[in-house]
């Protein structure tokens, strides 16, 4: 599974559990704290439809940065700390 299904998952099982808006909120914080060390995850969007990629499908190599770096935003969001 790459980090795009990884996110799209994580989106999938927690956005009734929780709430969309409540999900969203977690996962701008934990990307706001990670931006400064990873820039790229600045063009990650997401809305009550899940995560947007789209800004990052324009250019291949900040795909694979994101791509490198999910794991960091997918073990913030897990462990909420």
Same mark, same amino acid.
């Given at each position: 599974?790459? !980090?795009?299904?990884?996110?799209?998952?994580?989106?999938?099982?927690?956005?009734?559990?929780?709430?969309?808006?409540?999900? @969203? !909120?977690?996962?701008?914080?934990? @990307?706001?704290?990670?931006?400064?060390?990873?820039?790229?995850? =600045?063009?990650?969007?997401?809305?009550?439809?899940?995560?947007?990629?789209?800004?990052?499908?324009?250019?291949?190599? &900040?795909? &694979?940065?994101?791509? &490198?770096? @999910?794991?960091?935003? @997918?073990?913030?969001?897990?462990?909420? =700390?």
């Amino acid at each position: 599974m790459n !980090g795009r299904d990884s996110l799209n998952c994580l989106w999938e099982k927690n956005k009734y559990t929780i709430g969309a808006p409540t999900l @969203i !909120g977690i996962t701008k914080r934990v @990307i706001g704290r990670l931006e400064d060390k990873h820039p790229v995850l =600045k063009k990650l969007k997401i809305d009550n439809d899940g995560f947007d990629f789209k800004g990052l499908e324009e250019n291949e190599k &900040e795909l &694979e940065a994101l791509y &490198e770096n @999910i794991n960091n935003v @997918i073990k913030e969001l897990i462990s909420l =700390k």
